[in-house]
């Protein structure tokens, strides 16, 4: 442990496992390992050689910056798809560093265009195509105002057209009528753009829901993320360790402080939690500058987000504070300064999921919002 007094552990052979996991899961596709956000805060760059590692032949970013990051480190062997960017962004050197390009509205034709020309060499381009999600993407039937000009940038060689590619709104209910809807949306837009001339390399529309249960999506390539991590993204059909998948990141911290105090002391900011006998406090150095979500915070009658010490399982007492939150360690309890707290992490010890439940978000919002104060550190 580094002398910062809380750390995140992001165990990479979990990472690689995952992966092969998921290659197992699409054995007919390539593996796209989505890394934005910093690999939903688990370090962009050793996740990212940790998935190729582990079979994983595409890395996915949302920003052009961040797959611009990846090539910076030397990541050169794997293709890279960004696919969220706006007016004034980076292609001419996305291209440049061999950077997959998404192409998601009229616009980007043009500016891709550009930077290909400016950039002396032909731009890969995935057409994104908006199959129901309502969000990014071309609708269906504004296809030819993207496929006409991609296919002619095509012609005088400043584009390649190797992909069309979408997302599923509702993967995490594999049942929902949707999934199926957008499957054959996407199916028809496909044929279009292929009866419009173009020869695609890929096909991609699974996300890691759709990745785990749903093999009729797998086409190409799949894009799973947050299985890549170890979590569950269908937490009401099974945890990781249902679909094989191993949680690669434990956060912990160290006490900073452990004191007696008596009956009816008021904890943290505006009392919310007040001993009922005579107890020990710890105080644990993490709060919500580093991503401890506020939201959870002991309120009266409810202990707040779990937490692992010294074999018991307890809740935050009182409010999460910008830097540090209270425990009540019970009476008696031997716990001292330096003791390690475990926030969350492998099952039977509390969860990314758990604290997700607590604070009513989805897993991928706790690991994500990790602040950059928390020190990453690298196992196996
Ligand atoms: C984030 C993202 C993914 C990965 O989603 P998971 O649910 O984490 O597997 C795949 N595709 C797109 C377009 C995304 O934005």
């Not at 611009?68 to 062997?77: I, K, M």
């Not at 050197?93 to 980007?108: F, G, K, N, R, T």
């Not at 330096?338 to 991928?364: E, N």
Request: charged letters at 20%.
């Amino acid at each position: 442990m580094s002398d910062y007094p809380a750390r995140a552990v992001v165990d990479l052979a979990a990472i690689r496992g995952n992966v092969a996991a998921l290659a197992g899961y699409a054995s007919t596709a390539q593996v796209m390992a989505v890394v934005k956000a910093d690999a939903y805060g688990h370090g962009l760059v050793p996740v990212a050689r940790a998935a190729v590692e582990g079979g994983a032949t595409w890395l996915g970013t949302a920003q052009v910056s961040e797959a611009l990051a990846l090539r910076a480190a030397g990541v050169v062997g794997p293709r890279i798809l960004a696919w969220l960017y706006a007016p004034g962004a980076p292609l001419r050197e996305a291209i440049e560093a061999d950077v997959d390009l998404s192409v998601a509205a009229p616009w980007a034709v043009g500016a891709v265009v550009v930077a290909a020309r400016e950039a002396g060499r032909s731009a890969r381009v995935h057409l994104k195509v908006d199959t129901g999600l309502g969000r990014n993407g071309v609708m269906p039937d504004a296809l030819d105002e993207v496929v006409v000009p991609l296919l002619e940038a095509q012609a005088e060689g400043a584009v390649e057209l190797v992909g069309v590619w979408s997302h599923f709104a509702f993967a995490d209910e594999p049942d929902h009528p949707t999934v199926r809807a957008q499957e054959d949306v996407f199916d028809a837009a496909v044929r279009a753009v292929e009866a419009a001339g173009a020869h695609l390399e890929v096909r991609h529309i699974a996300n890691s829901a759709a990745t785990l249960t749903r093999p009729a999506v797998h086409y190409d390539l799949v894009r799973p993320g947050l299985a890549v991590y170890g979590l569950s993204p269908v937490p009401q059909l099974g945890g990781p360790e249902a679909f094989g998948l191993t949680p690669a990141m434990t956060l912990e911290a160290r006490l900073a402080t452990v004191k007696d105090v008596g009956a009816g002391q008021g904890v943290s900011y505006a009392h919310q939690y007040v001993t009922d006998r005579a107890t020990r406090l710890g105080v644990v150095p993490l709060g919500y500058a580093d991503g401890i979500p506020r939201h959870a915070s002991g309120t009266p009658g409810r202990l707040g987000g779990p937490v692992q010490v010294g074999g018991r399982r307890l809740g935050i007492a009182g409010r999460v504070c910008m830097d540090q939150f209270v425990l009540d360690l019970g009476p008696g309890a031997d716990e001292q300064a330096g003791d390690v707290v475990t926030l969350f992490g492998r099952a039977p010890g509390p969860t990314a999921q758990d604290w997700a439940d607590v604070t009513g978000t989805i897993s991928y919002e706790i690991t994500t919002r990790l602040g950059a104060r928390i020190p990453r550190e690298y196992v196996n």
